[in-house]
């Protein structure tokens, strides 16, 4: 009887542990380096070249955005066509339905100039070890999305 106890714990407690491993949080220093955005043009219709639109993350909470679509901009730039440069601070957490999310403050960016400073929020989406930044345009279930995905190097 005692030996059918112990396999039972023992099963429950491998259950437990295979359970938490796979729902392991993601640690900033992870996120760490280059983004680029993915795809050949941005889904949200932007006029920003692809091969351009960077986003660097620092391990002292800096980043740095290089020619972001416009679509990321607030309301009071919608004829701006040219990316979007400026630096700030960023920062992982979790959003209110428990989604891991990483928000974006610029302090700096001569485009952004007169409403800074000016957050962004974007997704963390993660598929096995893939991950990439998803920034929405719109409602996540209905309209289309930004991704930024690591760069290898």
Known sequence: MMNIARMGLFICSLCFLL??????PTEEKQLLGSWSMQGRESACKANTSVSLAKLILEKNGLFKAVNLPAEILPPVHPALE????GTGNWKL????NGLEVVDFVF?????LKGSLPYAIRMFLLVEGESKSLAFYCGDPDTDPRIDFVKDSR
Not at 82 to 85: I, R
């Open 93 to 96: 957490s979790k959003s209110t």
């Open 82 to 85: 040219a990316g979007v440069d």
């Open 107 to 111: 302090e700096k960016s001569v485009q």
């Open 19 to 24: 359970v938490s491993c796979g729902n392991r």
